[in-house]
């Protein structure tokens, strides 16, 4: 099956600054690599999402880049603010006749003010 | 707002016990996905049901059962319960498109097992 990994774990950055959470899978044959924004106390939120025919997509201050090749993708965040403070998934969809997500462990971003 | 609605939101019992998680989908949605977010742990997929038939499995327990009804909602039962059995537990559903598309998450029930 498939596996994602995501890197850093825990993120600090200056509000303004931009911020880049990296992952990994192992499929070649997944497709689709959404990412999820979890804020204290709710359920992951889709923010963005990319299908492996687009190298990048972008919406206003997030944007997803995919290398289909060394299989990684990178979500980057923007002139972050407070508010972009969360916890990060990112996922890929696994290979098979019933192709649910696999979810990285998780990136904790915090943005200082 | 997602549109999935879970109860309970909290749950407190011993080892041994046996609970049981409920997930109302988003109105019209036939997919059901249920997760496991422990301590410190991204989301573990744990079973996916469509328009009431299994649909695929990750790691669940055999201890562990699900269910989806004819209304569409969904029951998580777990039993036999350890103290590793603690974390949150998340349902999520997605529309008629049963493998791609937004992934719709309720709040989650929070289990502590004592």
């Known amino acids: 099956g498939e596996n994602v990994e995501q890197h850093p774990s825990t993120l600090s950055v200056q509000e303004g600054d931009s911020a880049v959470i990296k992952c990994t899978y192992s499929?070649?044959?997944?497709?689709?690599f959404p990412w999820y924004k979890q804020e204290l106390g709710k359920g992951p939120q889709l923010i963005i999402d990319i299908r492996s025919n687009v190298g990048e997509k972008k919406d206003q201050r997030i944007a997803v880049t995919l290398n289909k090749t060394a299989k990684h993708f990178s979500l980057h965040i923007t002139e972050t603010q407070p508010e972009d403070s969360a916890v990060y998934f990112c996922?890929?969809?696994?290979?098979?006749?019933?192709?649910?997500?696999?979810f990285g462990s998780g990136t904790q971003l915090t943005v200082l003010p | 707002d997602s549109g999935v609605t879970q109860t309970p939101k909290h749950l407190i019992t011993a080892t041994g016990q046996r609970v049981t998680l409920r997930c109302s989908p988003r109105s019209g949605d036939l997919s059901v996905y249920w997760y496991q977010q422990s301590l410190d742990q991204g989301l573990q997929f744990l079973i996916q049901?469509?328009?009431?038939?299994?649909?695929a499995k990750g790691n669940i327990l055999e201890r562990f059962s699900a269910q989806q009804f004819p209304d569409l909602h969904s029951e998580l039962n777990l039993s036999s319960l350890e103290l590793g059995d603690s974390a949150l537990y998340f349902c999520?559903?997605?529309?008629?498109?049963?493998?791609?598309?937004?992934?719709?998450f309720g709040e989650g029930s929070r289990l502590t097992v004592l």
């Open positions: 049901y469509y328009n009431g038939e299994e649909r």
């Open positions: 499929d070649s044959a997944s497709n689709y």
């Open positions: 999520a559903s997605r529309g008629r498109q049963e493998n791609t598309g937004e992934l719709f």
């Open positions: 996922a890929a969809t696994s290979s098979g006749s019933a192709r649910q997500l696999t």
